[in-house]
């Protein structure tokens, strides 16, 4: 009987631990449902930015929250117009967005600092801008008046291929040039003429001698359209290293995730910038080295007098950019200090 009342009493312990585990597991599942967010990115699923950046964000997200936040992600204009995506954040349509800012510069005039033609010439330097001299700050201060949290996703050039070699400035005078925005402005100030063409239209616009030179980015993107097939001349230096897409997430939304979850969702963006600097940096030295082995692409740096010349054409928009807004004049005025401090002006 002795046996037997313990071998009960044993049972009877083991099955109210077991409850006790499955309530206590219950109660944590309750506490922390599974949050499901949508993203939307404008750009292509195409572009290897699309994976690089936005996939491996909401990956690496719901594994290190433990799958208690899902971000499905979603390319351009499978959702909505791209145009819309900040305005959709704003108002909590999407919980998440990826895309320029600068398109949305009347609500984020600062935006505009973020690819200046001529500024920066080393990954390092774009790094030092935003996260020690602050210049991230100004644009998710501009950026949260709208109830919007911002996070800068990579660093990247602007680099120009064409169809003839560009050796000179004289080279590209006349010369029909792919481009946008600032860039306009510059590439007119330097003699060019400036072509508008959306990202789809720049192959075939190059093919049939719309216009005899187009930027999408620099090698990374260059290659990503296929545009060594028909301009086998890359021209050095970048006309502009800065960034381009962020994240943009609904604070609302954020608010509502627990606090470890709002952490690690912060952490994995604030080091996406460093991670994804660096790797861009490598990818745009790997693609140039591979399309200049395998397709017979040359690479024309233009002389030193030329660059200066640049330069100078380069100072007048960076002037007509801080007239946007006070945090644009202290922007550019932050971004002369130190340009100057380092031996560029």
Not at 190 to 200: D, E, F, L, N, R
Not at 285 to 311: F, N
């Amino acid at each position: 009987m002795v046996r037997r009342t313990r071998k009960s009493s044993c049972a009877v312990w083991i099955a109210a631990v077991l409850v006790a585990v499955c309530l206590v597991a219950g109660q944590a599942m309750a506490a922390d449902p599974v949050v499901k967010w949508r993203c939307q990115a404008g750009i292509a699923l195409s572009s290897p930015t699309f994976t690089e950046s936005v996939v491996r964000v909401a990956n690496q997200i719901k594994a290190e929250t433990n799958g208690r936040l899902v971000i499905e992600t979603f390319p351009a204009g499978a959702l909505i117009p791209n145009e819309e995506i900040f305005p959709a954040v704003k108002r909590g349509m999407l919980e998440m967005g990826f895309a320029v800012p600068a398109y949305w510069k009347s609500d984020i005039p600062v935006a505009t600092v973020c690819a200046l033609p001529y500024a920066f010439k080393e990954y390092w330097e774009v790094m030092y801008f935003y996260k020690k001299l602050g210049f991230e700050k100004m644009l998710s201060d501009e950026v949260a008046k709208h109830n919007v949290l911002y996070w800068t996703d990579h660093a990247l050039p602007v680099e120009i291929v064409t169809k003839t070699p560009i050796r000179t400035l004289a080279d590209l005078k006349g010369k029909k040039i792919r481009t946008y925005g600032q860039f306009a402005k510059f590439f007119n100030e330097i003699g060019a003429q400036p072509v508008s063409a959306s990202g789809p239209e720049i192959y075939t616009g190059l093919a049939t001698g719309v216009f005899e030179g187009a930027h999408w980015a620099g090698a990374v993107g260059a290659n990503s359209l296929a545009l060594y097939e028909v301009c086998k001349n890359h021209m050095k230096p970048s006309i502009s290293l800065g960034t381009e897409e962020g994240f943009f997430i609904n604070k609302k939304a954020f608010d509502k995730l627990p606090k470890d979850v709002q952490k690690i969702v912060k952490d994995i963006l604030d080091n996406q910038f460093w991670i994804r600097t660096i790797e861009y940096a490598y990818h745009e030295e790997e693609v140039l080295g591979k399309v200049v082995e395998k397709q017979g692409v040359k690479v024309i740096t233009l002389p030193a007098e030329d660059q200066k010349k640049m330069a100078q054409a380069a100072v007048k928009i960076w002037d007509e950019t801080a007239k946007g807004g006070p945090n644009n004049a202290k922007a550019i005025e932050m971004l002369k200090k130190y340009l100057k401090e380092v031996g560029r002006l």
